[in-house]
């Protein structure tokens, strides 16, 4: 009960009255505050999954990209070899 007091002796006029100014008005704010907080969650939302979608979409493209590299480079190689095989005959 002593640190109650010391903290209610310690406790400045502004904040009490800040904090009973929260009380009273956060019940009036809320329903004013709520739908723009869930707008805002839902384009979040709605970004993040179109972020999302063109990130799989580009990393499907440089997949393709790398195996055709791949083959390309395979195709390349079997080329030179086929040249030497038929230089040393």
Known sequence: MSS???TVKHTNLSTVV???GAVVIAPILVPVVKP???ATLKGGIRLYEKSKAALTETGEMLEDL???VKAEK???A???KV???????
């Open 36 to 38: 723009v907080a869930k």
């Open 66 to 68: 790398v195996a055709e």
């Open 78 to 80: 079997q080329s030179v």
């Open 4 to 6: 109650i007091l010391k």
């Open 74 to 76: 395979m195709t390349v």
């Open 18 to 20: 800040f904090s009973l």
């Open 83 to 89: 040249n030497v095989k038929t230089t040393e005959e």
